[in-house]
């Protein structure tokens, strides 16, 4: 008995089954008969293609050019390692340990950097570092473990530019010194403060693998790039910065351990090429220890304002114009159904009048989401080589960061078509379907990256469709680099696929309410 | 006057009407006009609620732009009902009927242009003052005050007379801009993808080239045309603000005149 009643069902949800797969290809032939549409898909992959590969940036890297060169670190990273460093030969296991009594710097002095020639005021920026630092070897890149002072987030061990653990807070000063200690057991560096030079706590344990059994250890002085937003006009935000440095006082040096060398040797570690002495840094020995003043930065490479160069993401700037095309076509292929009346045949070869928004949705998902694959696929693998051949240094990204970036483009098409045809069905006005879509893609995106201040941005990024933009970062976002992480320099306030979540949920909210809507209205 | 330019004349004047009665008769398609009121204004107090305090190095915005961030959604709506002002023409098979009680197709678009100015002049000035009537209430508890250079926002001062008549003028030519693309293309849905592309200008955004990003910005409908906005530090834009409405007044007309000229050579 119960068999029976299975094969009853199993039977129906066959039929079900091949009845829907009939309207899918139907669909597919509505909307593969009409020229104009297949053209218009190619039309907006060709743009796509089109404004990616056009030369709308130029750069002063030559192919080779040193000034260029970003340094890799261990992790296979990009990294920046500037710094200025007194430094002696550490052979096998040893410690070295000072206590700093102050830390000083100078920061330009006009924070919109309108005018050309700046001046400086003495302060020091967050991320001004100072302290101990245990490097492989004096090449830019190198492994490396340091603990330092900082000029706002207290004292700090990093190593190996990505990892950052916090120690002590508040800044330092002659009446509240810190002590910093660096030891060496083989692969393990270990960095400890003491705010009196006898109660010490560690910080932190860095496993650098390949130390060799020679280090390079010492004093180090570096002072970060200083990014500051400016008001923009007619739309484009500004934002500006300029380099900075800072001066360490250290005292009661002390060093176990095999130093082979008789003195201490200053070496400006990375710095710029063109660099002037004030840049480059230098130190200069005191009574019982040494100042040493430095400008740069030790830590993951950025880019934006306070690095070089640009992103894989600059390539798909055409995403906006096959969007627009995207968008005509997916409202059209609902609308021209009810201008032709079509839809009355539709709705009469089948009758659950959800599914044909489904099989519609899921003919347009494909299209969209197919194209633009194609599209940003070419468009990023000769994008870059176009921006390179250029003189533009292109931050490389991994090969799972290009296919997110892909596929998500891909998707953020696919998603905007389904949401624009959705809204097609909910108001059947091709011009209003059309103008609703764009605008809330669009807009809330050229407002955020253009006119808008970052606080507001962020929000309209997180509640709008054009959150689903995220999935084409690439720039990565470090705690430990001050940087403006705003929309309008390609940071998103959220993560790739939760943007695109929320411009999922948009297109499933407006499906849900464009198949209630079907169902109730006379077609 | 002798009785061929009173027949003339009266022969306009029944084309402006019956434009008229089309467009006012038309299910949802006034409702558009409270809507660019409403969403303009709406937009624009967002804008300026959210705008950051001054600092003591001064303050980053400007209070008449800020004020009338709301054009920028404004104008989409404009489009639409410009656009729609012809598609529907088109898509309902009406085009043929207005076409066969006025054969003078130049002045079938003309006719159409002035109905659409006149509802756009009246929508768009009352949706600008309003908008600048907020900024003006709000910015200064933002800082924005004598204390920072600011004094409160008055049309008696040059610029910000400029930045209202020119965002009003601004709403005017993309209306324009909009029925001639319109009419050209006759198809609303492409229509309005083609004019939408022109009003958001991310593009130009992404030419990282100065020289180059500047001549964009000089020749592009939108940069161009908002120009006029702008109230400090005019010395920086790329195109003064009456010189900005010029460029977008001839994309306006350009687009006007191939529009008009399509449809004198084209069967309806």
Same mark, same amino acid.
């Given at each position: 008995?119960?068999?029976?009643?299975?094969?009853?069902?199993?039977?129906?949800?066959?039929?079900?089954?091949?009845?829907?797969?009939?309207?899918?290809?139907?669909?597919?032939?509505?909307?593969?008969?009409?020229?104009? &549409?297949?053209?218009?898909?190619?039309?907006?992959?060709? %743009?796509?293609?089109?404004?990616?590969?056009?030369?709308?940036?130029?750069?002063?890297?030559?192919?080779?050019?040193?000034?260029?060169?970003?340094?890799?670190?261990?992790?296979?990273?990009?990294?920046?390692?500037?710094?200025?460093?007194?430094?002696?030969?550490?052979?096998?296991?040893? !410690?070295?340990?000072?206590?700093?009594?102050?830390?000083?710097?100078?920061?330009?002095?006009?924070?919109?950097?309108?005018?050309?020639?700046?001046?400086?005021?003495?302060?020091?920026?967050? &991320?001004?570092?100072?302290?101990?630092?245990?490097?492989?070897?004096?090449?830019?890149?190198?492994?490396?473990?340091? @603990?330092?002072?900082?000029?706002?987030?207290?004292?700090?061990?990093?190593?190996?530019?990505?990892?950052?653990?916090?120690?002590?807070?508040?800044?330092?000063?002659?009446?509240?010194?810190?002590?910093?200690?660096?030891?060496?057991?083989?692969?393990?560096?270990?960095?400890?403060?003491?705010?009196?030079?006898?109660?010490?706590?560690?910080?932190?344990?860095?496993?650098? !693998?390949?130390?060799?059994?020679?280090?390079?250890?010492?004093?180090? %002085?570096?002072?970060?790039?200083?990014?500051?937003?400016?008001?923009?006009?007619?739309?484009?935000?500004?934002?500006?910065?300029?380099?900075?440095?800072?001066?360490?006082?250290?005292?009661?040096?002390?060093?176990?351990?095999? &130093?082979?060398?008789?003195?201490?040797?200053?070496?400006?570690?990375?710095?710029?090429?063109?660099?002037?002495?004030?840049?480059?840094?230098?130190?200069?020995?005191? $009574?019982?220890?040494?100042?040493?003043?430095?400008?740069?930065?030790?830590?993951?490479?950025?880019?934006?304002?306070?690095?070089?160069?640009?992103?894989?993401?600059?390539?798909?700037?055409? $995403?906006?114009?096959?969007?627009?095309?995207?968008?005509?076509?997916?409202?059209?292929?609902?609308?021209?159904?009810?201008?032709?009346?079509?839809?009355?045949?539709?709705?009469?070869?089948?009758?659950?009048?959800?599914?044909?928004?489904?099989?519609?949705?899921?003919?347009?998902?494909?299209?969209?989401?197919?194209?633009?694959?194609?599209? %940003?696929?070419?468009?990023?693998?000769?994008?870059?080589? @176009?921006?390179?051949?250029?003189?533009?240094?292109?931050?490389?990204? $991994?090969?799972?960061?290009?296919?997110?970036?892909?596929?998500?483009?891909?998707?953020?098409?696919?998603?905007? %078509?389904?949401?624009?045809?959705?809204?097609?069905?909910?108001?059947?006005?091709? @011009?209003?379907?059309?103008?609703?879509?764009?605008?809330?893609?669009?807009?809330?995106?050229?407002?955020?990256?253009?006119?808008?201040?970052?606080?507001?941005?962020? &929000?309209?990024?997180?509640?709008?469709?054009?959150?689903?933009?995220?999935?084409?970062?690439?720039? @990565?976002?470090?705690?430990?680099?001050?940087?403006?992480? $705003?929309?309008?320099?390609?940071?998103?306030?959220? !993560?790739?696929?939760?943007?695109?979540?929320?411009?999922?949920?948009?297109?499933?909210?407006?499906?849900?309410?464009?198949?209630?809507?079907?169902?109730?209205?006379?077609? | 006057?002798?009785?061929?330019?009173?027949?003339?004349?009266?022969?306009?004047?029944?084309?402006?009407?019956?434009?008229?009665?089309?467009?006012?008769?038309?299910?949802?398609?006034?409702?558009?006009?409270?809507?660019?009121?409403?969403?303009?204004?709406?937009?624009?107090?967002?804008?300026?609620?959210?705008?950051?305090?001054?600092?003591?190095?001064?303050?980053?915005?400007?209070?008449?732009?800020?004020?009338?961030?709301?054009?920028?959604?404004? #104008?989409?709506?404009?489009?639409?009902?410009?656009?729609?002002?012809?598609?529907?023409?088109?898509?309902?098979?009406?085009?043929?009927?207005?076409?066969?009680?006025?054969?003078?197709?130049?002045?079938?678009?003309?006719?159409?242009?002035?109905?659409?100015?006149?509802?756009?002049?009246?929508?768009?000035?009352?949706?600008?003052?309003?908008?600048?009537?907020?900024?003006?209430? /709000?910015?200064?508890?933002?800082?924005?005050?004598?204390?920072?250079?600011?004094?409160?926002?008055?049309?008696?001062?040059?610029?910000?007379?400029?930045?209202?008549?020119?965002? /009003?003028?601004?709403?005017?030519?993309?209306?324009?801009?909009?029925?001639?693309?319109?009419?050209?293309?006759?198809?609303?849905?492409?229509?309005?993808?083609?004019?939408?592309?022109?009003?958001?200008?991310?593009?130009?955004?992404?030419?990282?080239?100065?020289?180059?990003?500047?001549?964009?910005? #000089?020749?592009?409908?939108?940069?161009?045309?908002?120009?006029? #906005?702008?109230?400090?530090?005019?010395?920086?834009?790329?195109?003064?603000?009456?010189?900005?409405?010029?460029?977008?007044?001839?994309?306006?007309?350009?687009?006007?005149?191939?529009?008009?000229?399509?449809?004198?050579?084209?069967?309806?």
């Amino acid at each position: 008995m119960t068999g029976t009643v299975l094969n009853v069902d199993r039977t129906a949800t066959t039929a079900e089954r091949q009845r829907f797969a009939h309207l899918l290809r139907a669909e597919s032939t509505k909307f593969r008969t009409v020229r104009g &549409w297949v053209l218009a898909v190619l039309a907006a992959a060709a %743009a796509i293609v089109a404004f990616g590969v056009g030369p709308s940036m130029h750069g002063t890297c030559g192919s080779g050019s040193a000034a260029c060169a970003v340094p890799v670190g261990p992790g296979g990273q990009e990294v920046t390692d500037s710094f200025y460093f007194v430094h002696q030969s550490l052979a096998g296991d040893g !410690s070295i340990t000072v206590r700093v009594t102050s830390l000083t710097g100078l920061i330009p002095t006009d924070a919109t950097g309108r005018d050309a020639a700046i001046g400086t005021r003495p302060g020091v920026v967050p &991320w001004a570092k100072a302290g101990l630092i245990i490097k492989a070897s004096t090449r830019p890149g190198a492994a490396y473990a340091a @603990v330092m002072v900082t000029g706002g987030h207290g004292v700090r061990m990093q190593y190996n530019y990505t990892h950052d653990v916090a120690g002590r807070s508040g800044p330092v000063s002659p009446t509240s010194p810190r002590w910093l200690r660096l030891t060496r057991v083989g692969n393990a560096v270990t960095g400890a403060e003491s705010a009196d030079g006898s109660h010490w706590t560690t910080v932190g344990t860095a496993h650098l !693998s390949g130390l060799p059994a020679t280090v390079d250890a010492g004093l180090f %002085a570096t002072s970060p790039q200083y990014a500051a937003t400016a008001g923009g006009v007619l739309g484009t935000a500004g934002v500006e910065g300029g380099p900075t440095q800072d001066t360490a006082a250290f005292d009661s040096l002390g060093r176990h351990g095999t &130093w082979p060398d008789q003195s201490w040797s200053g070496t400006a570690i990375g710095g710029p090429d063109n660099a002037d002495a004030q840049q480059q840094g230098g130190f200069e020995q005191t $009574t019982d220890g040494f100042t040493v003043t430095g400008s740069g930065d030790i830590a993951p490479s950025v880019s934006g304002v306070s690095g070089i160069g640009t992103t894989i993401t600059q390539t798909l700037v055409g $995403t906006f114009v096959g969007l627009t095309v995207v968008v005509v076509v997916a409202v059209m292929f609902i609308t021209a159904e009810y201008r032709r009346d079509l839809i009355r045949i539709t709705l009469t070869a089948m009758p659950h009048r959800g599914r044909v928004l489904a099989a519609k949705a899921i003919v347009l998902g494909a299209v969209a989401f197919l194209t633009a694959l194609v599209a %940003a696929t070419v468009v990023v693998a000769v994008g870059q080589r @176009v921006l390179r051949d250029n003189g533009v240094y292109v931050h490389p990204a $991994t090969i799972g960061t290009e296919i997110r970036v892909i596929a998500g483009t891909a998707a953020l098409l696919a998603g905007t %078509a389904v949401l624009a045809m959705a809204i097609g069905a909910v108001v059947r006005r091709s @011009v209003v379907a059309v103008a609703s879509a764009i605008v809330v893609i669009v807009l809330p995106y050229l407002l955020a990256i253009a006119f808008l201040p970052a606080g507001a941005a962020q &929000w309209l990024l997180r509640v709008t469709p054009a959150a689903a933009f995220a999935v084409q970062q690439t720039a @990565v976002q470090y705690a430990q680099v001050d940087n403006v992480y $705003t929309p309008a320099n390609g940071f998103f306030p959220l !993560s790739p696929w939760a943007g695109f979540a929320v411009l999922a949920a948009w297109a499933a909210f407006a499906l849900a309410l464009a198949a209630f809507l079907i169902r109730r209205r006379d077609a | 006057m002798n009785a061929a330019s009173r027949r003339m004349s009266r022969e306009w004047i029944d084309a402006v009407r019956a434009e008229w009665i089309k467009l006012h008769t038309a299910p949802g398609m006034l409702w558009l006009l409270p809507a660019v009121i409403a969403l303009t204004i709406a937009l624009g107090v967002a804008a300026v609620a959210t705008t950051a305090t001054c600092v003591a190095d001064g303050c980053a915005a400007d209070p008449a732009k800020v004020s009338l961030t709301g054009v920028d959604l404004g #104008q989409a709506i404009v489009a639409v009902l410009a656009v729609m002002a012809i598609g529907t023409e088109y898509s309902t098979g009406m085009i043929r009927i207005t076409l066969a009680a006025v054969p003078r197709r130049g002045r079938v678009l003309l006719a159409k242009a002035a109905v659409l100015a006149g509802l756009v002049a009246a929508t768009a000035t009352p949706a600008v003052l309003a908008s600048l009537l907020a900024g003006r209430l /709000i910015l200064p508890g933002r800082g924005y005050t004598t204390a920072h250079g600011y004094a409160a926002m008055s049309l008696f001062d040059g610029p910000t007379l400029r930045a209202a008549a020119g965002s /009003i003028l601004y709403l005017l030519l993309v209306t324009m801009m909009s029925l001639g693309v319109a009419t050209a293309v006759r198809d609303s849905a492409s229509a309005i993808g083609i004019v939408l592309l022109y009003l958001f200008p991310i593009i130009i955004g992404s030419v990282s080239d100065p020289t180059w990003r500047r001549h964009l910005e #000089q020749i592009a409908p939108m940069t161009a045309g908002l120009a006029s #906005q702008s109230t400090v530090r005019l010395e920086s834009l790329p195109i003064g603000g009456w010189a900005g409405l010029g460029v977008l007044a001839v994309w306006a007309t350009g687009a006007l005149v191939i529009g008009g000229l399509l449809l004198r050579r084209r069967d309806a």
